[in-house]
């Protein structure tokens, strides 16, 4: 992931559009202010596209994970939701599909512009443990215990294609 001083010395942007701006602060508070919990940043040669990493939610099957994906961010944004999508095995959401959230693109009217990647991310980990009867939706699985525990375990291994990083490097204990 980046460092927050590419985000400031990107050439090919328009640093005038309110959606840039509004990006390059997310970028550089998410530096600033770090989380143990999860971490995110632009890709380097594209604002609009997040990768992100977070921890499973402590007492839940989950708990023992590191889960990585992407945040697809509309030009409109922070106006419109982002599009949010999996990309480690985790047994409750399909890999490499954008998944229904009410606060992503399936569900725009609940969508607050005084949101953002942080309030994105904190959601995902606290949907992540939704109860059987919330596993509905696109890109819903309802996958048992025993096997999301296996998946978290092995979350940690997972290395994204893109960034070429561990999820255990990208969030270390």
Request: charged content about 25%; glycine content about 6%.
């Amino acid at each position: 992931m980046s460092s927050s001083s590419s985000f400031s010395s990107a050439p090919s942007v328009n640093k005038k559009s309110s959606s840039i701006k509004r990006i390059l602060s997310e970028a550089r508070e998410m530096c600033s202010d770090a989380s143990t919990e999860y971490t995110a940043a632009p890709l380097e040669d594209n604002l609009f596209e997040w990768h992100f990493t977070l921890r499973g939610a402590r007492g839940t099957e989950f708990e023992q994970g590191i889960y990585h994906g992407r945040i697809i961010l509309p030009v409109e944004y922070p106006f419109r939701p982002p599009s949010v999508i999996l990309l480690t095995p985790n047994g409750r959401w399909e890999t490499g599909k954008k998944i229904c959230l009410t606060f992503t693109g399936f569900h725009e009217e609940c969508w607050a512009p005084a949101w953002g990647i942080r309030t994105a991310l904190l959601g995902v980990q606290a949907f992540m443990n939704a109860k059987k009867e919330a596993a509905v939706g696109v890109g819903a699985l309802d996958v048992d215990g025993q096997e999301r525990e296996r998946m978290a375990k092995a979350s940690r291994d997972w290395t994204c294609h893109v960034c070429a990083k561990k999820n255990a490097e990208l969030l270390p204990e």
